[in-house]
């Protein structure tokens, strides 16, 4: 069965850090470019980051970009989000998903979707 | 374009068709056949069901069905069952964002 795992979530205070971690099974992870996507509790979707099958071709959300750092290591079929300097509007329930090709930037869909983790950033 | 526009509900009874829609820009959907549909049911992860405006992954019922004119995209139930309450989201590429999602639409079945 397809699956992916999302971890790493919980309470953190503004200006700290938190490491998700996604698990991928059921599939040859390193075929697919994997995504990042966060939503905030009654509020929509929102694309965080992207890294490519082989980490040469990554993107981030303009509100995201230069705190969060998006990693895969394929030996372990795992997918990263390290997040720092994290602010009260980072506050969202994060989802690891797929991308159909192992390459971005051409289908600009996700055809598999974990069930996510939550990340409270609080006072 | 901070988020496509979806209507918050849309409801139906059994076996009636019901239409959700999804307006961008020309940035987005007007722009580019690159529009997907998702169905998510509370707790759970949410489920391609649409992708490329109007094809459908291998496994969902052709009860599903997509299209675009112009500004809106549009995802059709036909045949509306009980198990098809869940909320639906679409997803755009956006030349400006690279993606944007649909703020959400909330399905009944009365």
Same mark, same amino acid.
């Given at each position: 069965?397809?699956?992916?795992?999302?971890?790493?979530?919980?309470?953190?205070? /503004? &200006?700290?850090? @938190?490491?998700?971690?996604? !698990?991928? #099974?059921?599939?040859?992870?390193?075929?697919?470019?994997?995504?990042? *996507?966060?939503?905030? /509790? &009654?509020?929509? @979707?929102?694309?965080?980051? !992207?890294? #490519?099958?082989?980490?040469?071709?990554?993107?981030?959300?303009?509100? *995201?970009?230069?705190?969060?750092?998006?990693?895969?290591?394929?030996?372990?079929?795992?997918?990263?989000?390290?997040?720092?300097?994290?602010?009260?509007?980072?506050?969202?329930?994060?989802?690891?998903?797929?991308?159909?090709?192992?390459?971005?930037?051409?289908?600009?869909?996700?055809?598999?979707?974990?069930?996510?983790?939550?990340?409270?950033?609080?006072? | 374009?901070?988020?496509?526009?979806?209507?918050?509900?849309?409801?139906?009874?059994?076996?009636?068709?019901?239409?959700?829609?999804?307006?961008?820009?020309?940035?987005?959907?007007?722009?580019?056949?690159?529009?997907?549909?998702?169905?998510?049911?509370?707790?759970?992860?949410?489920?391609?069901?649409?992708?490329?405006?109007?094809?459908?992954?291998?496994?969902?019922?052709?009860?599903?069905?997509?299209?675009?004119?112009?500004?809106?995209?549009?995802?059709?139930?036909?045949?509306?069952?009980?198990?098809?309450?869940?909320?639906?989201?679409?997803?755009?590429?956006?030349?400006?964002?690279?993606?944007?999602?649909?703020?959400?639409?909330?399905?009944?079945?009365?």
């Amino acid at each position: 069965e397809v699956q992916l795992v999302e971890s790493g979530g919980g309470w953190v205070q /503004p &200006g700290r850090s @938190l490491r998700l971690s996604c !698990s991928a #099974s059921g599939f040859t992870f390193d075929d697919y470019a994997m995504h990042w *996507v966060r939503q905030v /509790p &009654g509020k929509g @979707l929102e694309w965080v980051s !992207s890294v #490519s099958w082989d980490s040469d071709t990554v993107g981030y959300a303009g509100s *995201v970009k230069g705190r969060f750092t998006i990693s895969r290591d394929n030996a372990k079929n795992s997918l990263y989000l390290q997040m720092n300097s994290l602010r009260t509007e980072d506050t969202a329930f994060y989802y690891c998903a797929r991308d159909p090709s192992p390459n971005l930037y051409r289908d600009y869909y996700m055809d598999v979707w974990g069930k996510g983790t939550t990340v409270t950033v609080s006072s | 374009q901070s988020a496509l526009t979806q209507p918050a509900s849309v409801s139906g009874s059994p076996g009636q068709s019901i239409t959700i829609s999804c307006t961008g820009t020309s940035s987005d959907v007007a722009g580019y056949n690159l529009v997907s549909w998702y169905q998510q049911h509370p707790g759970k992860a949410p489920n391609l069901i649409i992708y490329g405006v109007h094809d459908r992954p291998s496994g969902v019922s052709d009860r599903f069905s997509g299209s675009k004119s112009g500004y809106t995209a549009s995802l059709t139930i036909s045949g509306l069952q009980a198990e098809d309450e869940a909320e639906y989201f679409c997803l755009s590429y956006s030349s400006s964002t690279t993606y944007v999602f649909g703020t959400g639409t909330k399905v009944t079945v009365l």
